[in-house]
């Protein structure tokens, strides 16, 4: 804006030949930079109004207190839906990260072959059933042992009364 102003003000000393360009004593050439300095700041303030380079500084292009309470309005508006956006997110990868989880347990274990636990557990499972076989049988004989003690047993505490009551 200011050089418009003063390139209007250098147009009309040399156009009207009260003023002269200092080194050159030609008022032609005081117009003639008048000019120059008044195309320069009609381009510059059409450049400031598209929102382009600002060659000048004016207080046109200072935000307004309205434009200012807006603009953080609106990036507090931003900062919240980002927050939203990312809390979104976080909780989406603790699903996938729980289903994945679910997935990995529900899966069947399978051991790994080279593994010489596994080579040990599946002998133990090849085994079982023979294993439970003969336990089966020793528990059985166990019993059998066992009631024949407690039939013995009860003969004795049967016998014992029996003297007990003679004597009585």
């Known amino acids: 804006m200011r050089l418009i102003v003063m ?5 009309m000393g040399g156009l009207s030949g009260s003023f002269v360009l200092k080194g050159t004593g030609s008022s032609g ?13 009609i381009i510059s303030v059409g450049k400031a ?6 060659f000048e500084s004016s207080l046109a292009a200072q935000p ?8 953080a309005e609106q990036m507090a508006e ?9 809390k979104k997110a976080q909780a989406a990868e603790q ?16 051991p790994d072959p080279s593994d010489p636990r596994a080579q040990r557990l599946e002998a133990i499972y ?26 013995l047993n009860l003969a004795l ?11 009585a």
Do not use: C, N, S
Not at 7 to 11: I, P, R, S, Y
Not at 64 to 71: C, S
Not at 78 to 86: G, V
Not at 157 to 167: F, I, Y
């Open 29 to 41: 050439a005081l117009a003639l930079v008048g000019l120059v300095m008044l195309v320069i700041g």
């Open 95 to 110: 699903a996938r990260a729980r289903v994945a989880a679910t997935e990995e347990l529900a899966r069947p274990w399978a």
């Open 49 to 54: 109004r598209e929102g382009g380079d600002q």
């Open 126 to 151: 090849l085994v079982a059933p023979a294993a439970r076989e003969h336990v089966a049988q020793v528990l059985g004989a166990a019993r059998a042992h066992l009631d024949a003690d407690a039939q």
């Open 78 to 86: 931003y900062r919240k839906a980002r927050l939203e956006q990312a």
């Open 7 to 11: 390139g209007a003000l250098f147009m």
């Open 157 to 167: 505490e049967t016998a014992r009364r029996v003297r007990d009551g003679a004597r």
């Open 64 to 71: 307004t207190e309205y434009e200012r309470e807006r603009d």
